[in-house]
């Protein structure tokens, strides 16, 4: 099985795309490839994507990620909101899953390894996992033939979106790994601001053809 990170940035947020892709070097199993939506660029003086894309190879290749993470880059001059960005990200994406990671949100080493387990399980479209608020040392999963999974059965109306598990532990929506065929009968609402996320997981339990399944394991600090 094969799974695609996604990174999504606009003009303010690139300047921390180093760090992000720091991230994807240290996963414990690598993803098999690593997309990076950049919109924004524009804003930026960037009126030409190729010149922005050497400035983006130039960044990949002071972490060395080139040889052993396959990275593809993909701009866009005018601003994208979150939504539209993961739509683009998730049409793209050649991965079996998807992973979606926030520019600015450190990850935790061991997670594509653990998305790459949870997913073994044919039951699980769609996955959402427990944060740290804050700056925390991630925990080492030591028994991977063990993760913890609950199905999502419930999740408020907009405009709270808030999601509901068993275990009453946090969950955050916008870090959503999902089945590539999920992607395409299902889209992102790209015309707001905030919120996108959570109404994603909702078209989800909604709906009669796949499950979204959440594990308490904190495997994003939440910065922003």
């Known amino acids: 099985m094969k799974v695609s990170f996604c990174i999504t940035c606009y003009d303010r947020d ?3 795309l180093g760090e992000a892709l720091s991230y994807v070097k240290n996963q414990t199993v690598k993803p098999d490839e690593t997309l990076i939506i950049a919109s924004g660029i524009k ?5 030409d994507p190729d010149v ?5 190879k130039t960044l990949i290749a002071r972490y060395n990620l080139e040889k052993s993470d396959p990275i593809r880059i993909f701009t866009l001059n005018d601003r994208m909101l979150p939504g539209g960005a993961r739509n683009v990200g998730g049409e793209l994406a050649t991965g079996d899953v998807v ?11 061991q997670k594509c390894e653990i998305v790459k387990r949870v997913f073994d399980n044919k039951n699980v479209d769609a996955l959402i996992h427990n944060y740290n608020l804050g ?3 991630f925990i080492m999963v030591s028994d991977l033939d063990q993760i913890p999974i609950e199905k999502v ?5 907009p405009p709270s979106t808030n999601i509901e598990v068993p275990s009453k532990l946090p969950a955050t929506q916008g870090h959503m790994s999902a089945r590539k065929k999920v992607l395409s009968d299902i889209k992102y609402k790209e015309d707001i601001v905030l919120g996108e996320d959570g109404m994603f997981c909702q078209s989800i339990v909604k709906s009669s053809k796949y499950s979204l399944y959440y594990t308490p ?3 994003i600090n939440y910065i922003t």
């Open 153 to 157: 059965t419930t999740i408020d109306s």
């Open 14 to 16: 690139i300047h921390l």
């Open 52 to 56: 922005f894309n050497e400035f983006l």
């Open 217 to 219: 394991l904190i495997l």
């Open 135 to 137: 700056q925390e040392e």
């Open 43 to 47: 804003s930026l003086g960037y009126n």
């Open 99 to 109: 992973c979606f990671c926030d520019v600015d949100d450190p990850i935790h080493p």
